[in-house]
T-cell receptor, first 115, second 114 residues
Framework: AQKVTQAQTEISVVEKEDVTLDCVYE???????LFWYKQPPSGELVFLIR??????QNEISGRYSWNFQKSTSSFNFTITASQVVDSAVYFC????????????FGKGTKLTVNP | DTGVSQDPRHKITKRGQNVTFRCDPI?????LYWYRQTLGQGPEFLTY????????KSRLLSDRFSAERPKGSFSTLEIQRTEQGDSAMYLC????????????FGSGTRLTVV
């Protein structure tokens, strides 16, 4: 069975600090996708990134970066120079490749960025 | 296309009543998913459609829940004889199978059963 663990329930930082959100996953599939979503207070889930299990290259998009390490089954998300607008709940998710491709979510990490 | 639309945004109902939610996906997306999210938890998969066919249902989807997607366009999720435990956010998402992007989620319908 697939499982995603986000051990950090809540994180609070001061603006401009860097912050890393941890994600550890379990799956028996050899091909799978990993995702990060942002859920601001408005409630809508906003897609941030999708990663194929065969692509272990780290990715950077502006202030966001992702570190995928298959050896430790981790897909961590770093926000550099955090801003108040980054305050939200962040979810890591996993899906099989093929079949339903339904998402299995972690419980989320609530990030609060204080001015 | 303005994304995935869900209606209503909020619904308060008395226990035992039936409720129906609607989801309008992105028009070119052939897959549509329903998820349920309770407070402090991540969304949990309920069911999905590819075009008009309902291909998988979670064990979370009791007999009181039914979902349809006539003609492969919009979808409805009906809950019969609502219970307080049904109170949650119901999220709809759509995607294009084998597409390169993740799902697009709607804003959800928040159900409160009193």
């Amino acid at each position: 069975a697939q499982k995603v663990t986000q051990a950090q329930t809540e994180i609070s930082v001061v603006e401009k600090e860097d912050v890393t959100l941890d994600c550890v996953y379990e799956t028996r599939d050899t091909t799978y996708y990993l995702f990060w979503y942002k859920q601001p207070p408005s409630g809508e889930l906003v897609f941030l990134i999708r990663r194929n299990s065969f692509d272990e290259q780290n990715e950077i998009s502006g202030r966001y970066s992702w570190n995928f390490q298959k050896s430790t089954s981790s897909f961590n998300f770093t926000i550099t120079a955090s801003q108040v607008v980054d305050s939200a709940v962040y979810f890591c998710a996993l899906s099989e490749a093929g079949g339903s491709e339904k998402l299995v979510f972690g419980k989320g990490t609530k990030l609060t960025v204080n001015p | 296309d303005t994304g995935v639309s869900q209606d209503p945004r909020h619904k308060i109902t008395k226990r035992g009543q039936n409720v129906t939610f609607r989801c309008d996906p992105i028009s070119e997306h052939n897959r549509l998913y329903w998820y349920r999210q309770t407070l402090g938890q991540g969304p949990e998969f309920l069911t999905y459609f590819q075009n008009e066919a309902q291909l998988e249902k979670s064990r979370l989807l009791s007999d009181r829940f039914s979902a349809e997607r006539p003609k492969g366009s919009f979808s409805t999720l009906e809950i019969q004889r609502t219970e307080q435990g049904d109170s949650a956010m119901y999220l709809c998402a759509s995607s294009f199978f084998r597409g390169q992007e993740g799902y697009t989620f709607g804003s959800g319908t928040r159900l409160t059963v009193v």
